[in-house]
């Protein structure tokens, strides 16, 4: 099993363990966006060769990146995202629209758009039973499936 991240008790705990922090968050970035190679990262990103190996490395072993060659001699990889990374998309695109929010004083300095129409992306959560948008003061939270209960012997 690959390395896990440390805090099963609590998700977002367990996700920032993984992809919390600044240069891990800008790599995935740099990867949705199409940059998929060592030094087309290391340039884009102003990051030292060693930060950038490491923290590759590192969602390589949390299968969140893998590695596929594209030259044989000498051996040279990229860097693509697996479905586990691809599915951290929302999580970008929810602190993009963060920081746009706060942030950005003239203005979003990137827009995302839907590439069939050109239409600018809104963020938003509903209900996958009613359909209806649902803010931030409308959201509760309660113990789910992967949380153990006293009745278990295992609180926590």
Known sequence: ????PVDEGCSI???LAAVGD???LLILRDLFRGVRRFEQLRSDLGIS???LTDRLQRLVELEIVHRVPYQDRPIRHEYRLTAKGADLSPALVALMRWGDLWYAVDGPPTLLVHDTCGTPLDQAVSCPACH???GAQHIRSRPGPGRMTETTGADR
């Open 1 to 4: 099993m690959p390395d896990q």
């Open 13 to 15: 705990a367990a996700t």
């Open 22 to 24: 600044r240069w891990t």
């Open 49 to 51: 060769r060693n930060l």
């Open 132 to 134: 209806e948008p649902v």
